[in-house]
């Protein structure tokens, strides 16, 4: 479904990405959005439960496609409660990573972390594909 979406590519002085979505006009068709959306409806669901709040926002959501030589340097997610990784195709050694400490994602997994939390996607070095969907979500409480 991505390779549907036009080729678009940042290259700017902190990101070298081959294929996204993230900057193409809003009318462009996402086919992939609806399945996503669903896929991460149990995950969110927890998350918000978990929390003692009463719902959960997705702001916007966006893919990134990562090849030889590509990369995503130290950044955040300003106004959000959470920056989210879902692991689409994810080789040994390329998940995101962290300033402080280190996470190994795998292919299928989701990773939710505060929004303000520094944190990249290294080069990658081999003849490899990476590809993510990354997501900001914020939670509601409700206070009773």
Request: glycine share 2%; with cysteine.
């Amino acid at each position: 479904m991505f390779d549907k979406i036009p080729k678009n590519s940042i290259n700017i002085q902190n990101e070298n990405i081959v294929h996204t979505d993230w900057s193409i006009p809003a009318e462009i068709d996402r086919e992939y959005g609806s399945l996503f959306l669903e896929l991460i409806k149990p995950h969110m669901t927890k998350i918000t439960k978990d929390l003692k709040c009463s719902d959960y926002e997705v702001q916007n959501f966006w893919f990134q496609r990562y090849e030889q030589k590509n990369y995503h340097s130290w950044h955040i997610h300003p106004h959000a409660h959470f920056a989210n990784v879902y692991f689409v195709e994810c080789p040994k050694g390329f998940s995101t990573k962290f300033m402080h400490f280190d996470k190994e994602c795998n292919e299928g997994d989701i990773i939710s972390f505060p929004a303000f939390l520094p944190h990249s996607s290294p080069v990658i070095t081999e003849n490899t594909m990476k590809t993510i969907i990354s997501f900001n979500t914020s939670i509601h409480y409700d206070p009773l």
